[in-house]
């Protein structure tokens, strides 16, 4: 795909087809605290005085095209977005163009897409946009019949008159409409009469993706663009010492050979970037650069070596985040204590488009192509460190394959950035493969130490649950305590009577950061686990003894029920079968799961996974299904198919031959149930991951009696 880097906004409507009057509806001002809907103006001839409508525009021939603001990468926001204006601005979701928006902070605030807060966050400012374009259409065809506004109703693009049946379409009304002042505070409608939110449209971007008309940041191409592959330091902070210029210049198509850096949160990484005409020339050219590395110390780590760091560093002091009650007395003072701990690794994002950037910097503006969960961040970046206005820094963001976090960052836009500037030309920076699975930044590992008390009647008297690992927004400087976030997923809504959440934070040169579901990938394996096992010390059912303990939370115990129900659960276990249970919340969304296992020719293989999730209002249900269904399996190949393990300073998994990814053969029949409700939608981009490995584990312990601590483990060994 050729993109020119000159296409003007102009040029872009044409190309759209939206062209003649128009009117540009919602445009949403974060300059003050509470945002306000105001109106664009348009010239007569149709175009745009300022910029393009940041949610809706109709043309005079009917035509509507709704933005969505959020960056896609799979989870669905293209169409979910538009579907919520849609739905209050009375047109038929099937019969629109959907688009992105540009990147522009002024008018659409954080489009950055982390923590599944898309929908959350926006849910209802995008009704109002919508309940307020309709409005003003409404009042322009009131004044064309001369008639109340409240003998008008809308529906399918037409405003419609009560008395007397006649219609006006929407474009027919753009030319008055455009003249009124935007209503600040639209009526929304009742969720009863909803026709579009709440139910399950098919997704429009999924057709281009499967024949291949999609285009992702991988894909882009501009006009007199070089492509960059940059060697860096297996050991990632590892020091440059050289390398052979001369041999990698020698390949036929190599332009150049450049020192770079790319930060990422406070750590500078160096590499020795091969730039050619074609990216193969770039990476054969990188091959002959015969790189020297001083790694120090550095190579003196190993999984192990982390590992026994992790257990001494549980028994200091920790820094207490929640607590009630005397914990340390009830325990004491118990008649039944269990003390466990619980291991999980480091783990790549291994998104399947590998990380990629173009920048063109020029004196004074630059302009960015790719794939990005953060566009105003990427703008803000590149603003920021070479001193251009950010008026003057244009973002152009595609399709993600794939993000889990990792697309949050601006380092591979640095690199991009860094060798445009140095060679005058657009370059696109590619990552490979094992690039990828090896540099980082990573899911943290972590060790979680928990201890629980029984009474003789088989009550849950205390709980502990320490965490020991390292922390996204703590990873370097000497501040020694950790942030809060690193207990996320630790379910403080079980009535304990007497509980404390603890961190130790640990600091190394390996760099972390968000991965799908962040720290409750990891912490809901141990607490879940624990769950279990005080149940078992109980002598209690493990699905009734958290029942018994969220007595007072609706939601849980719905999602519990459910699952339940579903499941058979409290139906006799078919032979070699067993069935394990896990509760999470995560951004807002309660899920319930349950996995069951079955011993299959001598070996254990998860058959059946069957979960309930209550996000709010389910703006589209096919949309949360599709997401759990992905959560679980990015869950199940974290839970016994892969980890990271780290091997004199390096990762020793380099590709998909050692990291090995669930495969869609091994997939165990998945069921996805999602709760009715009203209430406002929550996230579920995450929710389904990580109940995952505790409800498998657990499984596994019913039917085995073995308890796994560890992950990931091999189901040979089971």
Not at 206 to 214: D, F, L, Q, T
Not at 385 to 391: N, S
Not at 448 to 457: F, L, T
Not at 629 to 647: F, P, R
Request: charged share 25%.
């Amino acid at each position: 795909m050729k993109v020119s880097s000159k296409i003007s906004r102009r040029k872009f409507l044409k190309l759209s087809a939206l062209s003649g009057t128009g009117l540009a509806l919602g445009y949403i001002s974060f300059s003050g605290k509470e945002p306000k809907i105001v109106n664009l103006d348009l010239k007569d001839d149709g175009g745009l005085e300022t910029e393009l409508n940041p949610y809706i525009f109709i043309d005079n021939n009917g035509k509507i095209t709704l933005f969505n603001h959020r960056p896609e990468m799979g989870q669905g926001t293209f169409q979910a977005i538009p579907m919520i204006i849609a739905e209050e601005l009375e047109v038929d979701i099937t019969n629109i163009n959907i688009m992105p928006s540009p990147a522009n902070r002024s008018k659409y605030g954080d489009q950055m897409v982390v923590g599944s807060r898309s929908i959350q966050s926006n849910y209802d400012l995008m009704r109002r946009v919508g309940a307020s374009a309709k409005e003003m259409l409404i009042t322009a065809a009131a004044g064309k019949w001369n008639i109340p506004v409240e003998k008008c109703y809308a529906e399918n693009a037409m405003v419609i008159n009560r008395n007397t049946g006649a219609k006006i379409s929407y474009g027919d009304l753009v030319a008055d409409a455009r003249k009124l002042k935007a209503p600040e505070n639209p009526i929304l409608k009742d969720p009863k009469d909803f026709t579009i939110i709440g139910k399950s449209f098919p997704r429009r971007d999924i057709p281009s993706k499967v024949n291949g008309e999609a285009k992702f940041g991988i894909d882009i191409e501009v006009p007199g663009m070089l492509y960059a592959s940059i060697e860096r330091s297996p050991v990632i902070l590892g020091k440059l010492i050289s390398f052979n210029e001369e041999k990698a210049k020698a390949v036929k198509g190599v332009k150049y050979v450049l020192k770079t850096q790319r930060e990422v949160f406070g750590q500078v990484r160096v590499g020795v970037a091969v730039i050619a005409d074609n990216y193969w020339a770039a990476v054969q050219g990188r091959k002959m650069l015969d790189v020297k590395w001083d790694n120090g110390d550095l190579e003196t780590w190993s999984t192990q070596k982390i590992k026994d760091d992790y257990v001494n560093a549980s028994h200091q002091p920790a820094e207490v985040f929640q607590q009630k009650g005397d914990f340390e007395k009830t325990f004491n003072d118990a008649a039944i204590k269990i003390e466990a701990s619980y291991e999980t690794p480091y783990q790549t994002h291994a998104p399947m488009e590998p990380m990629n950037a173009i920048v063109s910097m020029e004196k004074d503006k630059c302009e960015f192509w790719g794939s990005t969960q953060n566009p105003n961040g990427v703008k803000d970046f590149l603003s920021r460190k070479y001193g251009i206005p950010e008026d003057n820094v244009k973002i152009n963001y595609t399709f993600m394959g794939g993000a889990f976090g990792r697309r949050s960052l601006t380092d591979v836009a640095e690199e991009a950035a860094d060798l445009s500037k140095k060679i005058g030309a657009p370059v696109k920076v590619i990552w490979t493969r094992e690039d990828d699975l090896t540099q980082g930044p990573f899911r943290a590992c972590s060790l979680n130490v928990c201890r629980g008390a029984i009474d003789n009647d088989g009550n849950l008297v205390s709980l502990e649950h320490k965490v020991i690992c390292q922390d996204i927004r703590n990873q370097n400087g000497n501040n020694p305590k950790p942030t809060d976030g690193i207990a996320g997923g630790i379910n403080t809504e079980y009535a304990f009577p007497n509980f404390k959440i603890s961190g130790v934070l640990r600091k190394f040169y390996i760099p972390v950061s968000y991965w799908r579901a962040v720290y409750h990938s990891t912490n809901c394996f141990a607490h879940e686990s624990f769950i279990d096992e005080l149940a078992i010390a109980a002598k209690k059912d493990p699905l009734d003894f958290r029942l018994s303990l969220l007595k007072n939370h609706k939601r849980y115990t719905q999602v519990l029920q459910k699952v339940a129900q579903k499941s058979d659960w409290y139906n006799p276990r078919e032979k070699d079968t067993g069935k394990g249970v896990a509760i999470v919340e995560r951004s807002g969304a309660f899920v319930a799961m349950v996995v069951e296992v079955k011993r299959l020719q001598g070996k254990i293989i998860p058959t059946k996974i069957i979960t309930a999730i209550d996000c709010g209002t389910p703006v589209n249900p096919d949309i949360i299904k599709a997401q759990t269904e992905g959560c679980i399996v990015m869950g199940l190949t974290a839970t016994y198919k892969s980890g990271l393990t780290i091997d004199k300073g390096k990762v020793v998994e380099q590709n998909f031959n050692t990291y090995k990814m669930l495969r869609i053969e091994e997939s165990p029949e998945i069921e996805v149930y999602v709760i009715e409700s009203n209430d406002r939608p929550e996230g579920a981009g995450e929710a389904g991951l990580p109940t995952v490995a505790p409800a498998m584990t657990n499984a596994i312990f019913e039917l085995t009696k073995k308890r796994i601590r560890s992950l990931p483990f091999n189901l040979d060994e089971v």
